[in-house]
């Protein structure tokens, strides 16, 4: 009994390390978990990602630890493990955090203890995520329909496009041939339906347009993923010659800040309230709204700037209301115009409100003012 008090105690040091403190897989906060079999300390989350690799795992304060087991804990650690299978992690592969869905987290834990894809040794063939081109079948939404159809998608990194075919006889030519520059891809189980449910977002024309996919195999849904944001970021070295990795990595890909249903009504407020699906992208200071959630085109979209160019958010209580059946407002003003939205709760407004005033505190980029001028010349 003493040994164990002992033990747990060292351990528990242990956690009080810098490098020990945060999951060493996923990034959150006290891990109270570790695996014997590698030397480092995880959440419970990611503990029972390793318990399905047969990584032998126990609880720091629940289960009893051995001696020699406390030493090799002492002699390794979330640094050592990191230098060993982090060694020569790409700098656009995506490294997920602890609220980061499943399907990336499982996939990142196993590439690299698994499969040892990052050691620094040469892969042949190369990884495929790592090959510049990619093909292969997803099972793609249809634009006006709910069923998923099996399409085949290329993504060529040196034509900087992602092409998919409607039909499996590619004679007839493609469908869509996508241009990367204005690509984002995220992932999204809930909305698809799918636990490996990825959202393809892209600029056509004046609008943007959504594709939704999946694949039954974690491994490839996650590997089409990491081949899109190696295209991107090839891309973005190329536009951006003299950019550096702390700068052009965020740009990759990016996932929404906020998302959910409200109710907008028209410019003159005086119009009927109507249920809208809004989609916040912070990163490109654009709120979307949609008939619905699954929709391929959006509606509308709102530019967010600055509250010092004219653009403000705060609680309203709408002065005619028609048709809305929720009560909670928000008042969002644009130099051209006001905007009036309606949450279902609270917790939703507020939630609304937070996301927005981010957006808004933060300074505009130079090409910023470009998608402003744009955004306003369509309205």
């Known amino acids: 009994m003493a040994n164990h008090e002992r033990n747990r105690k060292i351990l528990l040091e242990l956690l009080k390390q810098p490098c020990n403190s945060r999951c060493a897989d996923c990034n959150a ?32 304060k629940l289960d009893y630890w051995e001696d020699e087991l406390v030493e090799f804990m002492k002699s390794t650690g979330n640094a050592s493990a990191r230098a060993l299978y982090e060694k020569a992690v790409p700098p656009y592969y995506y490294q997920p955090q602890h609220n980061d869905h499943a399907v990336l987290r499982e996939q990142w834990i196993r590439a690299k203890y698994e499969r040892a894809e990052f050691t620094g040794e040469t892969k042949y063939p190369p990884l495929d995520y790592a090959k510049g081109f990619h093909e292969g079948f997803l099972w793609k939404k249809g634009k006006e329909k709910t069923q998923f159809l099996k399409r085949k998608f290329v993504l060529s990194e040196q034509e900087f496009t992602l092409t998919y075919y409607n039909k499996e006889n590619e004679s007839k030519g493609p469908k869509a041939v996508i241009p990367i520059k204005d690509m984002n891809a995220t992932f999204q189980p809930e909305k698809i339906g799918h636990p490996h449910g990825l959202q393809i977002t892209y600029q056509d024309t004046n609008h943007i347009r959504n594709l939704y996919i999946y694949h039954e195999n974690a491994e490839e849904i996650v590997t089409w993923f990491n081949a899109i944001r190696a295209a991107r970021y090839a891309y973005l070295k190329t536009a951006y010659p003299t950019g550096n990795d702390e700068d052009l990595i965020p740009m990759i890909t990016s996932k929404y800040l906020k998302e959910g249903y409200m109710e907008k009504t028209g410019p003159l407020q005086k119009e009927p309230f109507k249920k809208r699906w809004f989609v916040l992208d912070s990163n490109n200071r654009k709120l979307f709204y949609f008939k619905g959630q699954m929709d391929a085109k959006e509606l509308g979209v709102i530019f967010i ?15 005619h209301t028609r048709g809305n059946k929720w009560k909670c407002g928000i008042l969002m003003g644009t130099p051209e115009r006001q905007f009036v939205f309606m949450c279902e709760q609270e917790r939703e407004r507020r939630e609304w409100l937070q ?25």
């Open 305 to 319: 700037g600055t509250n010092s160019n004219g653009y403000t958010v705060t609680e309203c209580v709408p002065k």
């Open 29 to 60: 906060p006290d891990p109270d978990w570790a695996s014997y079999k590698l030397g480092v300390f995880v959440c419970l989350n990611c503990s029972g990602i390793h318990r399905s690799l047969s990584s032998r795992v126990k609880s720091i």
């Open 355 to 379: 996301a927005l005033k981010e957006v808004l505190s933060r300074p505009m980029a130079p090409q910023d003012y470009g998608v402003e001028a744009n955004i306003m010349s369509q309205q």
